[in-house]
């Protein structure tokens, strides 16, 4: 008989084999060992809590993802954020702030969430809200960045708060990097990655693959060029359409396989380095693990949804708790049905299967009307 797979288990292995590697990747600076030690000890904790929580029939997933902003300096090809209108250049309006980011902080390290991934918009335009992330030492905050806005204050507040880690948006080299980001920004990545490493910081670089880079990023050149400046981290993640004019850009079933095969490769090469693949590494989860199964999103202004790429939501935060937000009925139908399968087309199941996943929002939200009536 197959044995029937838990989500909890896989996750908690997921964290623990995590932070297993960043020890390794950081065992040649003390400090950054030390720290990693200690939030190792945390991580256990939180294990912990998450596990008494299933027993007691409430899962609480140990990733959360907190768009702190809806602003943006760049206007990258393609952006789903943009197109999404989730990110946009008029002035942003009732965003949460660093007291209400700070409590819903300090909740998830109640509950049990190990890692907070801040994104944006361009999270660096809110240093408060980062400062504020830095006096939470039992999680990390991977900071999803352009890197256009990394200064002397930010290197300064990186080397007191170790738990958060810069993560930079790249593309492959110059070209590639500034062709889809904008003139002059690989340049300044480079910059900021020598910064880290003479000052001995922990950084990593997210790399979105398209049909346009999906070989150089996993190159030799390419990797050679982020462990000479002491990068430990590299997160790929597939690049998801979200209009028609931006499909060529998507890896198909060829370019997915290559980028499956390449990843392997660069983990038994480069055994200093920690490699993510999104959504590849959900392959042996049993599907998506968004909507609340392995991770959640919040939004600048406090609603909490599915995942980045599916911005639907029917309750917020400013007027519920992150435990009530996980019992979301949005993310309860897409728990119990059969939208989070592995069974579409493309990399994102959610883009895929959106007609769905609207339909189970606009229920929820009558079903939310009815219910408050």
Known sequence: MEEKFDIQTYMTHGVERIVADSLKATLRDPRESAFMVKFAAASRKASKIRAEAEKAGEHIPPFLIASITS?????????????NHATEDTEPVRQLTSDEWLTIFREADEIGISYILLAGGEPMLRRDIIEAAGKM???IFPIFTNGTYIDDAYFQLFDRCRNLIPVMSIEGGKEETDTRRGNGVYEKLIANMDGFHEKGLLFGVSVTVTTQNVGEVISAEFLDTLVVRGCKLVVFVEFVPV????????PGDEERTGLKNGIERLRQEYTEMVFVSFPGDEKSSGGCIAAGRGFFHINSHGGAEPCPFSPY???????????EALKSKLFMALQDGDVLADDHAGGCVLYEKRKQVEELFLCAMETRRIDEA
């Open 313 to 323: 939501s029917d309750i917020n935060v400013r007027d519920t708790s992150l435990r």
């Open 243 to 250: 209009t028609e004019e931006s499909q060529e850009l998507a």
């Open 137 to 139: 030492q039992n999680i």
């Open 71 to 83: 602003s943006c300096n760049l206007h990258c090809a393609g952006c789903y954020s943009r197109c």
